[in-house]
């Protein structure tokens, strides 16, 4: 095995680390604690596990946590009055609506609701067009922890070719946006890509976010290239990545492992949105 191994375990303990020490900081100053509200609608065991991980990881870090749960058959009018509440409540300084909600709400309609200044999610249609405009905003938590990985991985962003493969609006989308920011040369593949692993093999960056058990494999990559592996796949019981790791590593220069690559990135800056929110909100710089 050639590549070098990120460690997304060890980098995130490291945002979350300089995370609490700012939200010491930030609670001592302003005499409360920035606060994170979820919503979760409905009895979805992976969801619940999700919320209760964020709600934890909050308290870690001194964040105070708002855990609103809604039962499953929960109206459209209720869940609107209570983003309507939480948008209103100067104690939350970021909301979260867990994604996905029953089939009769519409996710993208409520996540629409959530105010712009608490969307820590980073998925409101205005958070969405300042990153399309590169302005000040609160970015989606996966994308943003994709390039801090990047940037402790090494490579120069700046001319890079960048693959990025999905272009779901969560990552793919945005993943793309923030690569274009730092100067890369972007490509964002998808399910209708022609000749997909020689688009990927063009990459000195490759990013991928499909949702297919060991999708790509070595000779899709470029010796030396960065893979980064956003997938999250359970395959008899077992967490696998995209990207068929023990092929890849040999081949690549850094990669990212599953478990323990980018998963732990996306609750890190989660936190790092939260704290940023609250800042604004008190009209400090994020
Ligand atoms: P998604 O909304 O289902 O999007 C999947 C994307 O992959 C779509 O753009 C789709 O193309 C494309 N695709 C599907 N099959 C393909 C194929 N054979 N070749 C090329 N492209 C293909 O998924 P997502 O929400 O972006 O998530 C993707 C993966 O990342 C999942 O495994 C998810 O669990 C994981 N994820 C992990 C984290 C984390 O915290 N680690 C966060 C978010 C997502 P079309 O648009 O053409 O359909």
Request: charged residues 20%; glycine residues 12%; hydrophobic residues 45%.
């Amino acid at each position: 095995m050639s590549a070098r191994i990120i460690d997304g375990k060890a980098v995130a303990a490291r945002v979350r680390a300089e995370v609490a020490r700012d939200v010491a900081a930030f609670t001592q100053e302003h005499g409360r604690a920035p606060g994170l509200a979820t919503l979760l609608v409905g009895g979805d065991p992976a969801s619940a596990i999700y919320v209760g991980g964020k709600q934890k990881a909050s308290a870690e870090v001194g964040i105070r946590g708002f855990d609103h749960r809604l039962a499953e058959d929960a109206s459209r009018e209720e869940v609107t009055a209570l983003i309507e509440a939480l948008n209103a409540d100067p104690d939350v300084s970021g909301i979260l609506c867990q994604l996905p909600v029953p089939a009769h709400l519409d996710g993208v309609e409520l996540t629409g609701l959530v105010d712009p200044r608490k969307d820590v999610d980073g998925l409101t249609p205005l958070s969405a067009g300042m990153l399309a405009l590169g302005r000040e905003g609160l970015r989606p938590c996966t994308p943003e922890g994709v390039m801090i990985l990047l940037e402790e991985a090494g490579p120069t962003l700046e001319g890079a070719e960048a693959v990025v493969v999905g272009r779901s609006n969560l990552f793919g989308k945005p993943m793309a946006q923030l690569l274009l920011g730092a100067n890369a040369t972007v490509t964002t593949c998808h399910s209708r890509t022609s000749d997909l692993p020689a688009v990927c093999r063009r990459a000195d960056v490759l990013i991928v976010a499909v949702g297919r058990a060991h999708l790509v494999g070595a000779d899709w990559v470029k010796p030396g290239a960065v893979v980064i592996d956003v997938g999250m796949n359970r395959v008899d019981g077992v967490l696998r990545g995209d990207v068929d790791f023990d092929a890849v590593a040999p081949v690549a220069g850094a990669i990212t492992p599953v478990p323990g690559g980018v998963g732990p990135m996306t609750i890190a800056c989660l936190l790092r949105n939260t704290l940023k929110a609250a800042r604004m909100a008190a009209g400090e710089r994020a």
